[in-house]
C-alpha cells in the first residue's frame, strides 16, 4: 500500500510540474507571441540565426517536443524549408536546458514554498484581471505550480540508504553496460511521462535525494534526449513527405549524437566535471548543477559537430525518405495541421494562417491576370476556357476560406493574447475579401461570356481606355499579394490610399465615357456591359483598399 500511495504522490507532484511548465510557457507565449511570429519569420534565413530561432521558441514555450512538433507542422505547410528545419531543431535542443538550468539553480537552493505560494497568489489574481498583462500573470502562476510541483516531488522521493540501491550500482555489470542501461532506463521514463523536461526534473530530484550519482544521471540524460524524439514522429504520421523528413531529422539528430556520447561518455563527463564547481558527492546541491551543465554541454557539443553538415544531413534524410506524396486534385483544397502544434504554439499558429492566406491572395492575382490577358482576345473559345479555369479557382477559394475560417477560430479557443485575438478578428475580415474577389473574377469572365455569346464585343477604342484602368487594380492586387497577412506602416497605407483615389478617378472617366457614346448612338447594350465592366473591376479595388485597412489596423 506505501508503494502505490508513494507512486501516486509522485505521480501527483509530477503532473503538477507539467501543468505548471504549460501554464507558464502559455502565459510567456501570450505576452510574446506577435513577436514569436516575428521572429520565426525573420529569423530562419541562414543555419545559424535557425538554431537561434530554436533556441529562444523553446525557452520560451519550455518544449522541446512542442517546437519540434511545431517544426514538422510548418514544413509540411512549407513555411520552412529541411535545411532551416534542421537549424530549428538543434536550436530547441539546446533550448530545452534551459528547464534543467531553472530547475537546479532554484529548485534545490531555496526554501520554495516561501517562494512558488505568493507567485502562485499573484499570477491568480493578475489572471483574473481584466488587463492587458494576463499573460504575465499566467506566467507568474505557472512559475509557481512548477516550483510547487519540484518540492512536493523532491518530499515524495523516499530517501533511501545507499547500501540498498546496491542492484543500481552494479546494474549491468559495471562500465558501458551499465552506462547503456541507465540511458535505456531514461529513454522509457521520457517515453512514459511523454517530456523530456519532466524527465529530467525527475533525475535531478533523484540525484538531489541521493538515489543516483551523478554519472548514472548523465546516462539517463542521454537516453531522455532519444525518448523526446518519439512526439515528432507521432505528429509526423500522415502528413506530406517534407514534414516526415523533418521528423527523421528529429530522431537521427538525437540517436546520432546521443550515441556518440555514450561511446565517448567517460571523456565527456570529466570535462563536464572540470567546468562544474562542486564536488563529487550526490547528496547535494551541486550535482544538480553539474546534470544540467552535463545536458546543456551534450547539445551544445552534439550542434557544433553537427553544424558544417547540414545540407548532406538534408540530402541524407531526403535520400531515406522517398517522396511518394499523391498528387492532390487542383481543384480541391487541402490544409493539414497538427492539432498538437496548434494546442502548444497556438500564436505560432497564425502565422501559418497568415502563410496560406498569402497564397489565396495569389490565387486572386492569378486570376486577376488571365482576365486582364483574355480582354486581349475576346474569342468564343478564349473565353469557355477562361470561364471554366476560374470557376474552380472559385470553388477552391471558397474550400479555402472555409477551412482558414474553421483554423482561426480554433487559434482563438487556446491561449492568444488580446493583440493576437484582435488581429485574427483583423484576418477573417481578409479571408472575406479574398473570396469575394474571386466571385467577382469570376462574375466578369460569365460577363465577357455573354458579351462575344451576344456578339457585344468592345472596340479598340474602349478596350485601349480600359487598359490602363486595370492596370491599376492590378497593381493594386499585387501589392495586397505581396503584403497579405502582415502589418503595413503609415507609407503603405497612404499608397493604398492614393492608389484607390486613382482608381475611382478613373472609373468616373470611363463611366463619363461609355454614357458619352450611348448618347452618340453607338449600341446601348454593349456599353451598358462596358459600363458594368468597368464598376465590378473598381469592386476589386475597394477589395484591395479593405484589406489594405485591415491590415494597416494590425498590431
Known amino acids: 500500500m506505501e508503494i502505490v500511495s508513494l507512486l501516486f504522490r509522485i505521480g501527483g507532484s509530477l503532473g503538477l510540474f507539467l501543468y505548471g511548465m504549460k501554464v507558464m510557457g502559455d502565459g510567456i507565449q501570450q505576452g510574446a507571441g506577435d513577436r514569436l511570429q516575428r521572429t520565426l519569420s525573420f529569423m530562419t534565413g541562414s543555419r545559424l540565426s535557425a538554431i537561434i530561432t530554436g533556441f529562444f521558441v523553446t525557452a520560451i514555450i519550455q518544449s522541446s517536443s512542442a517546437t519540434t512538433i511545431m517544426v514538422v507542422s510548418f514544413v509540411n505547410a512549407g513555411i520552412l524549408t529541411l535545411t532551416q528545419a534542421i537549424g530549428v531543431i538543434m536550436g530547441a535542443n539546446i533550448g530545452t536546458t534551459v528547464t534543467a538550468w531553472i530547475v537546479s539553480l532554484i529548485g534545490f537552493t531555496l526554501n520554495i514554498s516561501s517562494l512558488a505560494l505568493p507567485a502562485v497568489g499573484l499570477g491568480f489574481l493578475m489572471r483574473i484581471m481584466k488587463w492587458k498583462h494576463q499573460g504575465l500573470g499566467n506566467a507568474i502562476l505557472g512559475f509557481g505550480l512548477l516550483f510547487l510541483g519540484i518540492d512536493f516531488l523532491t518530499r515524495s522521493m523516499p530517501s533511501i540508504n545507499p547500501e540498498n540501491l546496491e542492484f543500481l550500482r552494479t546494474l549491468g555489470n559495471g562500465g558501458f553496460l551499465r552506462t547503456l542501461a541507465y540511458a535505456g532506463i531514461g529513454l522509457v521514463i521520457t517515453v512514459i511521462v511523454h517530456s523530456s523536461s519532466a524527465s529530467t526534473a525527475i533525475m535531478l530530484t533523484m540525484a538531489y535525494k541521493g538515489i543516483i550519482d551523478f554519472n548514472?544521471?548523465?546516462?539517463?540524460?542521454?537516453?531522455?534526449?532519444?525518448?523526446?524524439?518519439?512526439?515528432?514522429?507521432?505528429?509526423?504520421?500522415?502528413?506530406?513527405?517534407?514534414?516526415?523528413?523533418?521528423?527523421?531529422?528529429?530522431?537521427?539528430?538525437?540517436?546520432?549524437?546521443?550515441?556518440?556520447?555514450?561511446?565517448?561518455?567517460?571523456?565527456?563527463?570529466?570535462?563536464?566535471?572540470?567546468?562544474?564547481?562542486?564536488?563529487?558527492?550526490?547528496?547535494?546541491?551541486?550535482?544538480?548543477?553539474?546534470?544540467?551543465?552535463?545536458?546543456?554541454?551534450?547539445?551544445?557539443?552534439?550542434?557544433?559537430?553537427?553544424?558544417?553538415?547540414?545540407?548532406?544531413?538534408?540530402?541524407?534524410?531526403?535520400?531515406?525518405?522517398?517522396?511518394?506524396?499523391?498528387?492532390?486534385?487542383?481543384?480541391?483544397?487541402?490544409?493539414?495541421y497538427l492539432s498538437g502544434a496548434m494546442r502548444d504554439t497556438p500564436e505560432l499558429g497564425i502565422l501559418r494562417a497568415k502563410n496560406e492566406i498569402s497564397g489565396m491572395a495569389g490565387l486572386v492575382f492569378t486570376m486577376y491576370q488571365k482576365l486582364r490577358a483574355s480582354l486581349q482576345n475576346l474569342n468564343s473559345e478564349t473565353v469557355n476556357v477562361l470561364v471554366a479555369d476560374l470557376r474552380e479557382k472559385e470553388e477552391y477559394a471558397d474550400q479555402m476560406r472555409e477551412v482558414l475560417t474553421v483554423y482561426l477560430m480554433e487559434c482563438t479557443r487556446n491561449q492568444l493574447n488580446r493583440r493576437s485575438q484582435y488581429n485574427v478578428a483583423l484576418l477573417l475580415r481578409v479571408i472575406a475579401d479574398l473570396e469575394d474577389m474571386t466571385d467577382d473574377c469570376y462574375s466578369v469572365s460569365l460577363l465577357l461570356e455573354r458579351s462575344v455569346r451576344k456578339n457585344q464585343i468592345f472596340k479598340h477604342k474602349e478596350m485601349a481606355a480600359l487598359d490602363p484602368y486595370m492596370g491599376m487594380v492590378e497593381e493594386f492586387l499585387k501589392f495586397v499579394k505581396e503584403n497579405s497577412g502582415e502589418k503595413l506602416n503609415e507609407e503603405q497605407g497612404l499608397y493604398a490610399k492614393g492608389i484607390e483615389e486613382k482608381i475611382d478617378m478613373s472609373r468616373n472617366k470611363l463611366r463619363k465615357l461609355g454614357r458619352k457614346r450611348i448618347e452618340e448612338g453607338v449600341d446601348v447594350k454593349t456599353e451598358l456591359l462596358f459600363i458594368d465592366l468597368v464598376r465590378r473591376i473598381e469592386k476589386l479595388g475597394d477589395y484591395c483598399y479593405s484589406i489594405s485597412n485591415s491590415m494597416l489596423h494590425m498590431n
Open 216 to 336: 548514472s544521471a548523465a546516462a539517463m540524460i542521454l537516453g531522455a534526449n532519444i525518448g523526446t524524439t518519439i512526439d515528432a514522429l507521432l505528429a509526423s504520421i500522415g502528413t506530406k513527405t517534407a514534414a516526415r523528413r523533418a521528423a527523421l531529422v528529429h530522431v537521427l539528430f538525437n540517436v546520432i549524437g546521443a550515441v556518440t556520447a555514450l561511446i565517448f561518455f567517460n571523456p565527456l563527463v570529466s570535462l563536464v566535471k572540470f567546468m562544474s564547481p562542486g564536488s563529487a558527492g550526490a547528496a547535494n546541491v551541486f550535482v544538480t548543477t553539474r546534470i544540467a551543465m552535463f545536458h546543456t554541454t551534450f547539445n551544445l557539443l552534439n550542434t557544433i559537430l553537427f553544424f558544417p553538415f547540414v545540407k548532406p544531413f538534408a540530402a541524407l534524410v531526403t535520400f531515406l525518405v522517398k517522396d511518394k506524396d499523391k498528387k492532390a486534385e487542383e481543384n480541391v483544397y487541402t490544409f493539414s
